[in-house]
């Protein structure tokens, strides 16, 4: 590990200073993060400030936590044990062990720490357990969703100012994020499903959408049929992230996807369905481009497929240095999950609109956590029991 002499700040148990190496690095970490978005700052910043404690309480320095895993890996038993007595979720207890493993991972960029113990198998199999372990389960935090919508904004902004109309990949990306992350919509409504030509599986189109008014109509999972076409709710970051889309884009049709692939060899074989060779090659050399020639010819190019987007948001999660539990990365169901947590928390019949459920019994049974964890605290309160934090 790097020696004291290397350090840019002194050890944690180094006599010689009133502030210990670990609270310094909480104290960079977060100034670093607030330049980046304030929302992810403050709420890490109560999270780090606990481990700091937690850590203080057991002599667990920041030099012992580079030379040991085992004190990640108690924390994670400490965080089990929470979800365990407290009533936390195990989702909420994994968003606590991501934002102390992202502080220790900037560490290791700082060159404070050699490594991050947090990713060490024996940590992170120590972690809670959600109910349900399958990959649509997942959900993505507040913080994250503010970290990865930063990331994405600040890219389409340099892209569209330094390209405009050749920054439409960018501009996409952006809105993707914007529309998982606040319209509750799942991979299937917008994205172009392999395994399903319905009209309604081949990915949005803008013909669809409903800038004014705020609304995209997608095919649901309604087991009636007369119900299966819904009105999702288009909130203002996805419509201004739409909006902006647009002008880049420039789709000549309604039916041209909001969300088209990048994938170059499928963009030719669309243009290959309707020119021939010769009037193909004329078109490259006239626009420049094969979208340019799409685009002039009104031809529909496909649009991004579901695995295509779980690829993207495995390269925006890395791109944006979001640590994500257990190695993974944000997919996009785990949006709907995280924005329908958020408005459930404060209104349960919105979190019903916006997730298009039939009943709101449904959707208390994927969050009847939160119910739980609030009827505790209401009954420490009828009965008197003190905050034993």
Same mark, same amino acid.
């Not at 203080?56 to 924390?75: C, H, Q």
């Not at 914007?178 to 189109?205: I, N, S």
């Not at 349960?348 to 039939?358: G, I, K, P, S, W």
């Given at each position: ?126 972690l809670p357990t959600a109910e349900q372990t399958q990959a ?21 902004? +340099? ?7 050749? %920054? #439409?990949?960018?501009?996409?990306? $952006? @809105?993707?994020? *914007? =529309? !998982? ?71 000549? +049709? ?7 692939? %990048? #994938?170059?060899?499928?963009?030719? $074989? @669309?243009?290959? *369905? =309707? !020119? ?114």
């Amino acid at each position: 590990m790097p020696q004291d002499s290397d350090r840019p700040y002194p050890a944690a148990d180094d006599a010689s200073t009133d502030t210990p190496a670990l609270d310094r690095l909480v104290a960079d970490f977060l100034r670093s993060k607030r330049r980046d978005s304030q929302a992810y700052a403050t709420s890490a910043e109560s999270v780090l400030e606990r481990f700091v404690d937690w850590c203080g309480r057991r002599g667990a320095t920041l030099e012992r936590i580079d030379d040991n895993d085992r004190i990640l890996r108690e924390y994670a038993k400490h965080l089990q044990r929470r979800v365990d007595g407290d009533g936390i979720a195990a989702s909420t207890a994994n968003a606590y062990f991501s934002y102390v493993s992202a502080c220790l991972s900037y560490g290791v960029r700082d060159g404070v720490l050699t490594r991050n113990p947090a990713l060490s198998a024996s940590a992170q199999e120590e972690l809670p357990t959600a109910e349900q372990t399958q990959a649509d389960q997942q959900f993505w935090t507040p913080a994250q969703r503010e970290q990865l919508v930063a990331h994405v904004d600040e890219r389409a902004r +340099t892209a569209i100012s330094d390209r405009a109309f050749d %920054a #439409h990949i960018e501009a996409r990306d $952006r @809105a993707i994020v *914007a =529309v !998982l992350a606040y319209t509750g919509v799942r991979g299937a409504e917008v994205f172009r499903h392999p395994q399903d030509d319905r009209d309604g599986r081949q990915g949005l189109r803008w013909g669809r959408v409903d800038l004014d008014a705020g609304t995209a109509r997608v095919l649901g999972k309604s087991k009636e049929e007369s119900k299966r076409w819904q009105e999702a709710s288009l909130v203002k970051p996805a419509r201004e992230a739409l909006r902006q889309l647009k002008r880049v884009q420039r789709p000549p +049709t309604d039916d041209w996807p909001v969300f088209e692939t %990048a #994938h170059a060899p499928s963009l030719h $074989r @669309a243009a290959d *369905a =309707v !020119l021939s060779e010769a009037a193909k090659t004329e078109a490259l050399e006239t626009y420049g481009g094969i979208r340019e020639v799409l685009r002039e010819h009104e031809i529909t190019p496909p649009a991004l497929t579901t695995d295509g987007a779980r690829r993207l948001m495995q390269r925006l999660t890395d791109a944006a240095e979001i640590d994500v539990p257990n190695g993974t990365y944000l997919q996009p169901h785990g949006a709907r999950r995280g924005i329908g947590e958020a408005v459930y928390r404060e209104d349960r019949e919105q979190a019903q609109d916006l997730l298009r459920h039939q009943s709101l019994s449904t959707t208390k049974d994927h969050y009847q956590h939160i119910d739980a964890a609030e009827r505790t605290e209401e009954l420490d309160e009828t009965l008197g029991f003190g905050d034993d934090a």
